[in-house]
Nanobody, 114 residues
Framework: VHLVESGGGLVQAGGSLRLSCAAS????????MGWYRQAPGSERELVAR???????FIADSVKARFAISRNKLRTTVYLQMNNVKAEDTALYYC?????????WGQGTQVTVSS
């Protein structure tokens, strides 16, 4: 499985961004699709995840501002980021499980300016 991320960039505090991650290749079943992020000097953390059946998890730190969704084919996952804050600045990684096999994207940088 190959992941292509897009949508990162520079955004002002209070603004919005939408990250996309498209999966291609030999897809058996993407049992989960989601986003992690890693800020400089910090550990990678789970931001949001959606299962094959549509169950969604969003971290408490962003629950009121971020939303996760995907396309009908379950091959592209989106992260809608609203009212972004400086602490959202990080490298955002797409992560999927293809029937138990983990695949990571290369990461897309999100930088929030105040």
């Amino acid at each position: 499985v190959h992941l292509v991320e897009s949508g990162g960039g520079l955004v002002q505090a209070g603004g919005s961004l939408r990250l996309s991650c498209a999966a291609s290749g030999t897809i058996v079943r993407l049992t989960s699709m989601g986003w992690y992020r890693q800020a400089p000097g910090s550990e990678r953390e789970l931001v949001a995840r959606i299962t094959y059946d549509g169950d969604a998890f969003i971290a408490d730190s962003v629950k009121a501002r971020f939303a996760i969704s995907r396309n009908k084919l379950r091959t592209t996952v989106y992260l809608q980021m609203n009212n972004v804050k400086a602490e959202d600045t990080a490298l955002y990684y797409c992560h999927v499980r293809n029937l138990g096999v983990e695949v990571w994207g290369q990461g897309t940088q999100v930088t929030v300016s105040s």
